[in-house]
């Protein structure tokens, strides 16, 4: 079979793969319909994954369609939609050595310690597939993925509620996903970036003010528009190379108020203002992964209370990887998702 292989950082190639193997127990093949790229693949493609393991073929953004069943799968069978990428089984603990896969003790995550779905099948535990709503394109599910990781920082950890202002830094996919999800919740967003395409995206979409933080000053219209007191929660959403946005996430939220950071960070530290933090009993949490999962997404998507494809840019032959993931590494042609396609 196709797929794209990051043998190592900077090297990224399209492949003849060995097809892969029929699933055994517990497990399901997948032939992947959809698979968008992710910003942390642009961190994996620059050695800058924290996780990330090499050889590697990436892809966790993803929708597929069951291709084959092992036994003692009982949720799922062949022809079924599904979203997610579960686990892979490692093939070589005593466990998968004796072909109970499901059970196995060192599972990978495909896209980073395992292979994903850059690729046109994988073969993974069953377990922890989501069924994809009737109504939704397998794009629109591909792109669901990092939409639930949003709404684990808008929901789950910001707790965003209707009448705060919060101030979301960054519109990249996650970024414009948190800004349309508290939107839904009723509150005034404030979006930033630099990059003055993605500000005009957060305004097409339903920002109430979009700033370039490059050129533009950032707390006189938070204090405008709360009186003096800033914004109620920030929303990290840019990590990277720098850790300015964290600086201004603390000095932008008001006495007692919430910075959330969603953002992967390259390095372990960061600078903030620590004497207003304290003073002004300021609190900073983390949000990782989407515990949540689909669900909650999902339900908001099929009935179209939450429209992603305005962030679906590119559509892509897999084969066109490489040339996708230079496109969003140079921010080219106003791209936000590419969605690889590889059965076309
Ligand atoms: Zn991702
Ligand atoms: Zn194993």
Same mark, same amino acid.
């Given at each position: ?7 190592e950082?900077?090297?990224?190639e ?5 097809d892969e ?15 968008s ?5 642009l ?9 990330m ?6 892809g ?6 069951v ?10 069978t ?13 093939g ?6 004796s ?16 292979h994903?779905?850059y690729?046109?099948?994988m073969?993974?535990?069953?377990q922890d ?12 599910a591909?792109?669901a993925q990092?939409v639930?990781i +949003? $709404?684990? &920082? ?9 009448? =705060?202002?919060?101030? !979301?830094?960054g519109? %990249?996919?996650?970024?414009?996903s ?21 500000l005009?995206?957060?305004t097409?979409?339903g920002?109430?003010?979009a700033?370039n ?14 009186g003096?007191a ?16 964290l600086?201004?996430?603390v000095?932008?939220?008001?006495s007692?108020?919430l910075?959330v ?5 390259? +390095? $372990?530290? &960061?600078?903030?203002p ?6 002004? =009993?300021?609190?900073? !949490?983390?949000?990782? %992964?989407?515990?949540?999962g689909y669900p909650?997404v ?41 969605v ?5």
């Amino acid at each position: 079979m196709k797929a794209v292989m990051l043998s190592e950082p900077g090297r990224i190639e399209v492949i003849e793969a060995p097809d892969e193997r029929d699933p055994g127990l517990g497990e399901v093949r997948l032939r992947i319909e959809a698979c968008s790229v992710c910003g942390s693949d642009l961190e994996g493609l620059h050695g800058q994954h924290p996780k990330m393991t090499f050889p590697r073929v990436m892809g966790h953004e993803v929708a597929s369609v069951v291709d084959a069943v092992g036994a003692g799968v009982s949720n799922l069978t062949v022809g079924d939609r599904v979203a997610g990428t579960g686990h892979r089984a490692c093939g070589s603990c005593a466990v998968c050595r004796s072909h109970r896969f499901a059970e196995c003790a060192n599972p990978g995550g495909p896209g980073f310690t395992a292979h994903g779905a850059y690729a046109e099948y994988m073969t993974v535990i069953a377990q922890d597939l989501v069924p994809i709503p009737e109504s939704l394109t397998d794009d629109e599910a591909a792109v669901a993925q990092p939409v639930c990781i +949003a $709404n684990h &920082a808008v929901s789950g950890r910001a707790r965003v509620e209707v009448g =705060e202002t919060v101030l !979301i830094q960054g519109c %990249g996919p996650i970024g414009l996903s948190a800004m349309m999800l508290a939107k839904l919740k009723g509150a005034r967003v404030i979006s930033t970036d630099t990059v003055d395409y993605r500000l005009q995206r957060a305004t097409e979409l339903g920002a109430d003010l979009a700033i370039n933080t490059s050129k533009e000053d950032v707390f006189s219209p938070i204090r405008d528009l709360t009186g003096g007191a800033g914004a109620d929660k920030v929303i990290e959403c840019v990590g990277g190379d720098q850790d300015d946005t964290l600086r201004e996430a603390v000095e932008a939220v008001r006495s007692s108020g919430l910075v959330v950071v969603v953002g992967s960070f390259a +390095a $372990n530290r &960061a600078t903030i203002p620590i004497i207003d933090f304290k003073f002004s =009993e300021k609190s900073i !949490i983390g949000s990782q %992964g989407m515990p949540e999962g689909y669900p909650p997404v999902f339900d908001l998507m099929a009935d179209g209370t939450l429209d992603v494809k305005p962030l679906i840019t590119h559509r892509v032959p897999l084969d066109q990887a490489p040339r996708a993931l230079d496109l969003m590494d140079r921010k080219a042609e106003e791209v936000m998702k590419v969605v690889l396609q590889p059965q076309t």
